[in-house]
C-alpha cells in the first residue's frame, strides 16, 4: 500500500497562488493514477483533478479548469496542484488520492480511489 503525505497549504488572499504537494512512499508513484479531491466544513469530498500513470490523460473540474494544474513527477514519487487565481470558494481540506490502473468508477467518483492521505487546509481570504 502506498502511503501519502500532502503539504504546502496554507492562507492565501483571493487572486492568489499555492502549490499543493504529495509524497508518496511504500510504492513507486509510478504505478498509481492520481488525484486531488476537497472537502469544505459541510459539504461532501468533491473532484478536484485526476493525471493517469505516465500524465498522458488529465481531468479537471469545471470549477477549478483554467485556474489548476495537476502534475506530477515519478522519480521524485511527488504530485503537485498548483492552484492560481484563487477564490474563497476553494477553502477546503485538500487530499490527494492514489488508484489503480483501471479507475472503476471513473476519475472522478471519490469510491475510484483506494488510498488518501490525510490532507492539507486551504484557506482564501476575500
Known amino acids: 500500500q502506498v502511503q501519502l503525505v500532502e503539504s504546502g497549504g496554507g492562507l492565501a488572499h483571493a487572486g492568489g497562488s499555492l502549490r499543493l504537494s504529495c509524497a508518496a512512499s511504500?510504492?513507486?508513484?509510478?504505478?498509481?493514477?492520481m488525484a486531488w479531491f476537497r472537502q469544505a466544513p459541510g459539504k461532501e469530498r468533491e473532484f478536484v483533478a485526476a493525471?493517469?500513470?505516465?500524465?498522458?490523460?488529465?481531468y479537471y473540474a469545471d470549477s477549478v479548469k483554467g485556474r489548476f494544474t495537476i502534475s506530477r513527477d515519478n522519480a521524485k514519487n511527488t504530485v503537485y496542484l498548483q492552484m492560481n487565481s484563487l477564490k474563497p470558494e476553494d477553502t477546503a481540506v485538500y487530499y490527494c488520492a492514489a488508484g489503480p490502473d483501471g479507475l472503476r468508477y471513473g476519475p472522478r467518483n471519490v469510491a475510484s480511489w483506494a488510498s488518501w492521505g490525510q490532507g492539507t487546509q486551504v484557506t482564501v481570504s476575500s
Open positions: 511504500g510504492r513507486a508513484l509510478s504505478m498509481y493514477n
Open positions: 493525471i493517469s500513470r505516465n500524465g498522458g490523460s488529465i
